[in-house]
């Protein structure tokens, strides 16, 4: 089987990590606090304006991009899905927001690194655009697994999808999701459905 995971949000815990550093930062400027709990970025969990965000991006960047550590068990499953014989596709829009291409290019290796560093194993590393249909039909993706409610409802309406759960998609329900809890239960569900 060929499936598909997220980074961000499934792989790493984001939303975690935009409300620590995020009051962290709002209280430190004195701007803004948690105004939409089930917000999925930033901007709108706490309803900044675009600039104010673009700065708490530059100032906590590389602590997330490099410090952000795997949720748990996610090094040993995706190494015994490997084992189980499955292909294991990294599909993430991370980099895509970047419109220079150098920039993109050092994010792209930031995340290379990410892999590296945390000894994370996969196939193939996709690069995506905001839009990750068209890379799960480019690979043959028979499952993804995703966490963003925009990225579940459109690829929900081709391929099964395992929901990641989190406070912001909570309203992802449907034909081809089935909300996953951790990585030994995303491990179990595929071992029912191979």
């Known amino acids: ?4 995971i997220d980074l961000d949000g499934v792989l790493t815990n984001f939303n975690e990590f935009c409300m620590n550093y995020g009051t962290k930062y709002a209280s430190e400027i004195g701007k803004g606090k948690i105004v939409n709990s089930k917000g999925y970025e930033s901007i709108e ?3 900044w304006d675009r600039q104010t965000d673009i700065d708490f991006w530059e100032k906590y960047n590389l602590q997330y991009s490099l410090g952000e550590k795997p949720r748990p068990f996610a090094k040993e499953v995706l190494a ?3 084992a189980d014989g499955h292909k294991i596709y990294i599909i993430t829009a991370r980099a895509s927001e970047f419109e220079d291409i150098e920039v993109q290019s050092k994010m792209q290796d930031m995340v290379r690194d990410w892999f590296k560093n945390n000894e994370i194993c996969y196939d193939e590393l996709v690069f995506s655009t905001v839009n990750k249909l068209e890379n799960c039909r480019e690979n043959n993706i028979d499952i993804m697994i995703e966490d963003s409610p ?7 309406e081709f391929l099964p999808i395992m929901c990641f759960d989190t406070r912001y998609n909570k309203d992802c329900e449907g034909k081809n999701i089935m909300r996953v809890y951790s990585f030994y239960d995303i491990y ?4 029912e459905l191979s």
């Open 150 to 156: 925009h990225n579940i409802k459109q690829l929900a």
């Open 188 to 191: 179990e569900r595929i071992k």
């Open 80 to 82: 015994k899905l490997r």
């Open 1 to 4: 089987m060929n499936i598909g």
């Open 45 to 47: 969990i706490f309803s």
